[in-house]
DNA sequence: CGGGTGACGTAGG
DNA sequence: CCCTACGCCACCC
């Protein structure tokens, strides 16, 4: 199956609206969610098409790098900040760097459920309210 | 049509 | 943990 631009960014939108809160994950999981697991940047070239009434519907400030950095976005951008300053308010633990570069902890806040999990969601047959799902380094 | 770029990721030093 | 190199692909010049 090849997905189309649109449909690529219409599935990007639809995965990221299901991270749960208080909880991050990266641009290369929701690529391979979406089912480009090489179209990690194309991940976050749809987000920059977002626009800005569809921010309060899209979480977009779950999603981070793999490292759990969020991209500087260039100097004279405050998106970054904001995010950070989204993800604290939801309670997100960011720690600056003496670089400022933002960070946080997979270990604790990220989200990597497989597709199948995501399945899951849709149709809660198993309740279980595990909190870090797939924390790879472990 | 070649080359640079980017809200990325992985591997290697 | 830091930085460098390379792969990746749509988009722009």
Request: proline content about 7%.
């Amino acid at each position: 199956m090849s997905l189309d631009s649109a449909e690529f960014h219409a599935a990007v939108y639809d995965i990221v609206r299901l991270i749960p809160a208080c909880r991050v994950t990266s641009y290369g999981h929701i690529a391979k969610l979406a089912g480009m697991p090489n179209h990690s940047r194309h991940v976050g070239q749809a987000l920059k098409f977002l626009p800005p009434n569809t921010n309060p519907l899209i979480p977009w400030h779950r999603v981070i790098g793999a490292s759990g950095a969020i991209s500087s976005r260039g100097p004279g951008t405050d998106g970054a900040q904001r995010q950070r300053d989204a993800l604290v308010a939801e309670g997100v633990e960011v720690t600056t760097g003496r670089t400022g570069d933002l960070r946080v902890d997979l270990h604790q806040f990220g989200w990597f459920p497989s597709a199948a999990q995501i399945r899951d969601q849709w149709q809660p047959h198993a309740t279980d309210g595990q909190g870090a799902v797939g924390t790879e380094s472990e």
